[in-house]
């Protein structure tokens, strides 16, 4: 069964994604990367998005009821992660990811990591990272619209046995100068190892 992340220059995307697309076409040592495409499938299966709309009635009126938002926010964010995908899906997800790691899972346009240790952790992070959309800040941020229509995730493969990837992370200024003459925009480029990992633009996601 298809897993539901595809090989970076497969996937389809904007913002970041296209970047790293173009990078790596381009080029440029990008980190083994993918693009999870499951959230539409998983909220569907799961009747999400009624659930969270009905979480949230009452909430927004003349004005905010921030008491009843912040337990909206709350209940939603825990109806995702105890969610689940097909059996099927999630076997092919964790095959899929069998033999490499760890991984650094993140919403393309941020630089928030998750790390995931194996690909079962990469599931859970998977999930952690998709509840997030239902934050307080989040919601607040993309009302009147509660539920995101789409939400790819990119896991990047590491490795780094014995050592901590964050700590390997870092911006690297000449990189970003290559990109910036390469993709002909500003950028701010990441690199771990020496291999590409997150460009950084103005224009965001």
Do not use: C
């Not at 995307?13 to 173009?22: C, K, M, P, S, T």
């Amino acid at each position: 069964m298809d897993p539901g992340l595809l090989p970076l220059a497969q996937a389809q995307g904007q913002g970041e994604i296209r970047l790293l697309q173009r990078a790596q076409s381009l080029g440029f040592p990008v980190v083994e990367s993918w693009v999870v495409g499951l959230w539409e499938e998983f909220a569907r299966l799961n009747n999400l998005s009624e659930r969270i709309q009905r979480l949230f009635q009452g909430v927004f009126g003349v004005r905010i009821d921030e008491e009843r938002l912040l337990l909206a926010a709350e209940e939603a964010e825990r109806a995702v992660r105890e969610s689940y995908l097909l059996p099927e899906r999630a076997e092919a997800f964790l095959q899929a990811l069998q033999g490499k790691g760890p991984f650094l899972l993140r919403r393309p346009g941020e630089g928030s990591y998750r790390l995931a240790h194996t690909p079962q952790e990469a599931l859970f992070a998977l999930k952690r990272l998709w509840a997030e959309a239902f934050r307080v800040e989040a919601i607040l941020e993309g009302y009147p619209f509660l539920f995101p229509p789409s939400a790819p995730v990119l896991v990047q493969a590491l490795d780094t046995p014995g050592k901590d990837p964050l700590l390997e992370v870092q911006e690297d200024p000449f990189l970003s100068l290559d990109l910036f003459g390469a993709l002909g925009e500003r950028v701010v480029a990441y690199t771990w190892g020496g291999l590409l990992l997150r460009i950084e633009s103005q224009h965001g996601g």
